[in-house]
Antibody, heavy 124, light 108 residues
Framework: QITLKESGPTLVKPTQTLTLTCTFS??????????VGWIRQPPGKALEWLAL???????RYSPSLKSRLTITKDTSKNQVVLTMTNMDPVDTATYYC????????????????WGQGTLVTVSS | SYELTQPPSVSVSPGQTARITCSGD??????AYWYQQKSGQAPVVVIY???KRPSGIPERFSGSSSGTMATLTISGAQVEDEADYYC???????????FGGGTKLTVL
């Protein structure tokens, strides 16, 4: 059974750096063809993909946010960490981490299991 | 950048068929995935690879894709199907992983 849970601050000030941790179970990030990703959702708005990290440490970022994001993994702890610099009130959102897996046809990945999300508010 | 376009809202009466569309230039070459998000909950995948249904998803959920448009169909929509629905895919280069803007389905 795959589970993921996000943790981190609920409130950050503008210009600060946000650090979120995704702690997961039921899979290993040393297994090929798996990854973990981060997605966010501002209140009342759509989902937005942020970043991915693969089992082989390959990393992908949303082009629009790439300069502000860093994703890392600690395989021994079953954790993935996302940092986002220079936080702004428009970054207020629920942040989700999710299991990234190759779907049945073996040619495209998608998010199949999601954490419950954590609401981060950016305010002074 | 790459975009997937969905209608903001769809409304049907219980028992009717709801269709939610998602258009994107790369959809002829890339699969679409569909997520259901009920209020206050995390998204759940209801269709993967255009038309496949995960175990546990009711048979009334189906998907199709033709050209630049993917469609999620809910045959005989139930009140409990009220939710936001998002399509998800990638552009041809693989650089953009994108969610559509979401469609609010109302069943009443």
């Amino acid at each position: 059974q795959i589970t993921l849970k996000e943790s981190g601050p609920t409130l950050v000030k503008p210009t600060q750096t946000l650090t979120l941790t995704c702690t997961f179970s039921g899979f290993s990030l040393s297994t090929s063809r798996v990854g973990v990703g981060w997605i966010r959702q501002p209140p009342g708005k759509a989902l937005e993909w942020l970043a991915l990290i693969y089992w082989d440490d390959d990393k992908r970022y949303s082009p629009s946010l790439k300069s502000r994001l860093t994703i890392t993994k600690d395989t021994s702890k079953n954790q993935v960490v996302l940092t986002m610099t220079n936080m702004d009130p428009v970054d207020t959102a629920t942040y989700y981490c999710a299991h990234w897996t190759l779907s049945a046809a073996g040619i495209q990945y998608y998010f199949d299991y999601w954490g419950q999300g954590t609401l981060v508010t950016v305010s002074s | 950048s790459y975009e997937l376009t969905q209608p903001p809202s769809v409304s049907v009466s219980p028992g009717q068929t709801a269709r939610i569309t998602c258009s994107g230039d790369a959809l002829p070459r890339k699969f679409a995935y569909w997520y259901q998000q009920k209020s206050g909950q995390a998204p759940v995948v209801v269709i993967y690879e255009d038309s496949k249904r995960p175990s546990g998803i009711p048979e009334r959920f189906s998907g199709s894709s033709s050209g630049t448009m993917a469609t999620l169909t809910i045959s005989g929509a139930q009140v409990e199907d009220e939710a936001d629905y998002y399509c998800f895919s990638t552009d041809s280069s693989g650089n953009y992983r994108v969610f559509g803007g979401g469609t609010k389905l109302t069943v009443l």
